[in-house]
Structure formats: structure tokens, C-alpha cells
DNA sequence: CGTTGATTGCGTACGGCGTACGCATCTGGT
DNA sequence: ACCAGATGCGTACGCCGTACGCAATCAACG
């Protein structure tokens, strides 16, 4: 009756998947149950798998939704200006979806957006004149920086001054004399913060030069 | 009656957090629960929090167990080689104790060992000549790959090789010439799999040539 | 020795989670 | 008008973390 005029196919997977990256971003990963999440779409909880094979596959895609946010490296362009665009533009995305973090490289069925991304880098790299092998350890490298540096700026203990302050307190107060370099890490963080952009960029660069030099030997 | 005669500190926080790295090593991260893991120590879920303040306090003890693992660089010493040393033996951690790589960051209330850790890295870094701003750029340059390595490393989708061939089907197979650099890279790696002690090694090599020449500019 | 107060272990219970299973309802093709 | 397949959903099971409070034990003291 009440639900009887409802048109049937107002759910689908897109829908679904929108939502749930919505609601990630409003309420954080934990908040994003398959009960809530069909709260939000006005439905009950075991309508859901009709359109998804279960919470995994509904992860593979959100994670496909942070892979089409990132910018697909140009094939043949000018390598190293398209793979900082990339950086910078993958960092940002995993900033704006901080609980992407660990899933990016854990998903056992990649979705289309994943396959373009890792396709355009892997092509920029080759035709930029690394071979197989090392195409595979740039991308790594790249990589590895890109999502540790975000593992690290979005889940820093820190994010609010008195937290800060707190930490600061327990971590150093007691024995801050036995740990001196530590120590002038927190109070130094403390007072200034950081500047994550300079601080990403930094890495980027060292790394990009460290790769032409490589590619140039 | 039955366990009146149990010696009543039998319990205690180390043993608790031992016996929960050791069941997270056996069975992965998920099968660490208060109950499980009280099942482990032959007593009642609720005996644990006598000793523990709640699970999120216990994660802080599992991941300081694993900082104790990684090699502290001397500090004055030859900071290259120490670095390589700390990079190489924070790498095995991760590799032994796979769950931890996306708490080690996380923790708010930081254990003895990670102090240690921490300040005696940040102490070599310093001694090398880098100064405080240099010493954190460098510092976050190497622990974001090193931590990023090991979350690829770690959660790659293809271990066995089975599962690296249906990857590769579900992946490439339909539309593997739209993408033909993917494929490259999932026939590739399938045939001949990954050395990941050298693809590692590359990095951080490249990382520590790189800061060298950044420390001499 | 007896008493007492603190420490430690645990039994029960609550509200969440993912999802197996099967029925109810709607829709499009004949 | 009918039926077959697609879609939505109600119920229920076995997990989870943990709040709360009682029971058993041990340490200290008179």
C-alpha cells in the first residue's frame, strides 16, 4: 500500500554506490552499514542486494568512484609534468575520501575507471622510455608514496590544536628530556602545523627528479 | 569452585596484547575479538577489561609490539646506512604483522616503543645536517613509501596464482585490447610474479640518493 | 586469627553489524 | 489475461564491542 506506488526501479547500483560515498564523506567509513545506507535511500537493508553482491562488492564500487576522480596520465605527452598532475590530483582524492585509503589496492575486481587509471600511468611510463621492469618499479614507487603520504595526512593523531596539545602532553611532558628530537617534533608541530601541499610536493619532486636521472643513465 | 583455584593474575595487559598479536599472525586481523581472544587466554570476554580499556587501547599495544620491531637508526651515525637498516627492518615488520600497516599512524596515545622509534629517527635525521624543516619533509618522504610499499605489498589482490589468473580473465580478457598496457602488466607480473625485496629496495635506494643530493645543494 | 577494602574475574544483556532465505509485489511480453 | 522474471522486503541467525554489577580472591591491618 504504502509503498505499493513506489516505481520499482528507484534503486540501482549507481544510486547506491553515490550514496554510500556520501554518506562516507558525511559520517565517516564506519557510518556506511548496509542498514543505514538503506535508511538513507528510504528502502530496507536486504533491498540492497539485489543491485549488490554483497558489502564487498559495494566497496569495489566506491573505490571505482575515487579511481575516475583521479587524472589518467596523457600517453606520449611530456611524462613527468602528467605524472605530477597525477600525484597532485590522486592526492587530492584520496583527501577527499580519506576511507579510500587502505581500500585502493586491496580490491580483488577492479571497475573501469580503476582499469583506465592504471592503464594511462602504465602507458605514460613506457612510452616516457622505461622499460617493463622499471615502468613497474616507478609505479610502485609512485604509489607507495601516494597513498603512505595520504595514510599519514588523514589519519594524522592530530588535527585540532587541543588534540594536539593533549598528545603533546602524554607523549613528552612525562619524559620528554629521554626523546629530545621527538619532543621538538610535537611543540614544533604544535605551534606552526603543517602545510601538507609543500610538504607532499617536496616528495613529488625528489622523487620525478630522482626517476629522470634514472631514466637518463 | 571450578576456578577458584585459577591463580587469580594469571591476566595481565602484556599477556593480553601478546596473545593478540599472536592470533591476528595466525588467523588475520578479523579474527582478533574481546571474545576470541579471551577464548585464547582460557577466560570470560569481560575478564579483558580489567587489563585493557577498550579495544581501541589493545590496538595501541598490538601496534607498539611491531614498533619494537623496527631497527632505531643510531644517532651520529652513518646516516645513510641507518636509514637503509631502519627502512629495511620497518619494511619486515609490516611484513610479519600485515594488520598493523594501517594503525601504526593512527594511534593517539603512542607506546614507549614508538617514541624510542620515532625519536631516534628524527635524531639521525637531524644529525645528518638536515634541519627541522628539511628533517620532517625527509622523514615523511621516507615513512610514506615505506608504509605505502607495504599496504601494496601486503594487500595485492594476486597471491596465488590461480588468483592472479582469474584477475587477469575478469580484468583483461573482454577488454584487454582497450587496455593494453594493463595487460601487459597482468600477463607479466602473472607469468613471472613480483621479487619484492628488489622492488622495495629500488625506492628506498632512489629516496636516500635522492635526500644525499638534496643535503648537498 | 578475623575483618575489611581493593583488586580481579566473569555472567548477563543491549544494541549494532552482514546477510541467508523465502515470500510478496510489480512489470513487460505474449 | 496471463505468466515469468525482476525487484523489494520481513524475519532471523550468529557475530561484534562493551555497560553494569555481583562474586571471588588477596593484602593489610588490628
Known sequence: MNRANRSRTNLSRKRIVRKAVALAAKGGFDSVSMRSLADKL????????????????????????V?????????????KSELRKRG?????ALQRHP?????METRMHPGPASAVHHNATMG?????????????????????????FAL?????????????AEMAKTTVADRGADYP?????VVELGKRGYDYNEEFKFGLELILDGLEQ???S
Not at 43 to 64: C, F, I, Q, W
Not at 129 to 138: T, Y
Open 152 to 164: 599519514g595526512e588523514n589519519t594524522i593523531p592530530f588535527e585540532t590544536p587541543e588534540e594536539s
Open 124 to 148: 605514460c611510463l613506457r612510452e616516457a622510455g622505461f622499460d617493463f621492469r622499471d615502468a613497474v618499479h616507478a609505479y610502485n614507487l609512485l604509489d607507495s608514496y601516494t597513498y603512505g
Open 181 to 185: 628530537y621527538l619532543a621538538e617534533v
Open 42 to 65: 528510504s528502502t530496507a537493508p536486504m533491498s540492497l542486494y539485489r543491485h549488490v553482491a554483497n558489502k564487498e562488492d559495494l566497496l569495489d564500487g566506491m573505490v571505482d568512484v
Open 88 to 92: 597532485t590530483s590522486a592526492r587530492a
Open 99 to 103: 576511507w579510500a585509503i587502505g581500500l
Open 67 to 79: 579511481f575516475s576522480e583521479m587524472y589518467p596520465p596523457a600517453i606520449g605527452g611530456d611524462w
Open 214 to 216: 634514472f631514466l637518463h
